[in-house]
Structures are given as C-alpha cells and as structure tokens.
C-alpha cells in the first residue's frame, strides 16, 4: 500500500513501526523506524529543507523532536539532505562513515554555474538524471556527529554494515530486533529480484563486489534498498539467486 503524503512525497507501510519515506521522481527511498526510545531514520530524504521527514513524522504522529537517531547510509544527496534541519534545528545526532565526511560537509556551491542550472530543473522525468548528473551534494554541509565502523550497534539495535564501493564510505545497517537490512545504494532491487546497481553509478567495482557477497551473509527476514520497492517477503530465496548471479563475472551495465 502506497499513501501519497505530499505531491511529491510517499509513505508506504512495511510493517508494525516501520516505513518507507519515498519520492516517485527519484524512487529514492528513507526509512523511518519506530523504536521504545524514539524515532530513528535511516537516510533522511532528499530536501535540504527537511521538508521530507517532516511530513513522514507527521503522518505518524510523531515531532522532530522525537528523532533520537539519523543513520546516513552515504552522502549522496538524495540519501542525506535532510539531516541538514534535524541536526541544526532539533540536534539530532547524525551517524555515518568517516570517509563521507568531506563529501558531507561540502554543501553545494548555490552560485556555481553547475547548481543554478540543477536547482532550475524540475523534479521529475528525464530532468531527475540531468540533475543528478550535475552534483549530488548536500545543499547545506552536514558535519557527522559520530563516525561508526563496522559492526557497532548504534541506538541499541542497527548494526553498522561496511559496505563500500558505491561510495568510499558506503554503509549498510542490519536491525537486529526485526532482522532488516537496510542496504542503501549497495545493492538494488528490481521487480522483486535483488540486483547489483548500475555499472555508471559504481565507481569501485572490487569493493561494490565484496560488499554484496558480505551482505548475503546477512540472516536477513527483510531487505530495505535505498531505491524502488523493499523486499519483505520471498528474502532469502532472492539472496540466494542474487549470490549465484554475483558468481557470474560480468556486471551488467544496468545491474
Ligand atoms: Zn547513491
Ligand atoms: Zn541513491
């Protein structure tokens, strides 16, 4: 089920405190976790203005305020420009790996020729790929609160996954209560089946390859992508078929 929120902006429920945050132009897709503490946010929508997350945290009922937690699963704008508002407004802590810390506190140069071209276009058709081949960073710079590394657990239950080559510092983050994992642009699902990104937006195919063998691994019941639709039932049969295909040597152009 698909709740259009805003013009541009949908929710769609996954399961008891869990949602998908996601704009139809992009198809990218944050997520918003329900926990005894609080609300954590994995990856914050693509507004610098936050006005993504401050409509999903309305449509459940829930204030800035109650954010205990923003991980961010890379820089790329589309995954992270929201943490700009609930961290300089409301001081929420935002989690992510140190190698994205320049790209992070960049922020986009609003007087470059390239910016005012993309904040020209609009958000939707082909004009979504033309902006997002002219940049991809933040609008404000974000500064990381906590670098985490493999392994950590972070607001007690989201376990830090390493999961580099879409970015230097690429995360991955595995919710032990609920066994989903929430892969970012490290992996894609595509019409129910589980598939490597685009060749283009991989710049490090080695580490893209080990870090999707490293995700299988993974004693997944759900997997959460950072595009398109998550996967919530049916997991384990398509990691074993998506194992099989990384098996295969050539990485197709469009994953
Ligand atoms: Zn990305
Ligand atoms: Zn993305």
Redesign the pocket.
Known sequence: MVIRIAFDLEMIPLADGLWCLRRPS?V?CSYVVETSAGVTFIDAGMTGSGRDVLEALRHIGRRPEDVEAVLLT?W?N??SAGAYLLQSRYQIPIYGHDRERPSLARGTDRRGPRDRVRALLPDWGLFVLAKGLLGETTPWPIALDHSVTDGELVAGRFEVIETPGHTPGHLAFFDRETKTLFA??ALAVIDGRVRRMARH?TPDHGRAHTSMVKLCDQPMAHLCP??RTPLMTGVSAAMTAFRAELGRDRWPLLG
């Open positions: 992009y990218t890379h790329h589309d995954h970012g642009d937006v950072g595009h």
